[in-house]
């Protein structure tokens, strides 16, 4: 009976790694995050004061494509940049111009499907 129990839970192990393996192979495709400046150096930051520059950063870890970053802004709008070619293993920085207080989500798509997205904060 024990042999049975770990056949069970070993081919559930399985399976669950069968179902998940394609996701963690497209979540690796790209890198993206906000930063509070737009050097290479900035680290993602979930919270920038309004006096400090934002960015959008992108890389694509697997090829070239042709990507887009949109950004929805506390007011409701959204706003995208125009397409850009992002070649494979360089880091890409749009400029997030938003000193509005609020949550805002930016967004990036690849080949019109959405790959991820951000959020982050401006404080009063």
Known sequence: ????????AT???AGLMAVLAPAYASAGAYSHYVACGVSQNAKPAHVCQKARKKGAF???????VTYTVCVRFPTGK??????EEAQQGTLYVNKITSNIP???RVSWFVE???????????PR
């Not at 992108?58 to 070239?64: C, L, W």
């Not at 019109?112 to 401006?122: L, M």
Request: a positive charge; hydrophobic letters at 35%.
């Open 11 to 13: 081919l559930s192990v």
């Open 112 to 122: 019109g499907k959405k790959v991820g997205s951000f959020v982050f904060r401006v």
């Open 78 to 83: 959204s706003l995208c940049a125009p397409p």
């Open 58 to 64: 992108f890389k694509s870890n697997q090829g070239t």
């Open 102 to 104: 609020g949550k805002h």
């Open 1 to 8: 009976m024990k042999g049975l129990k770990t056949l069970t």
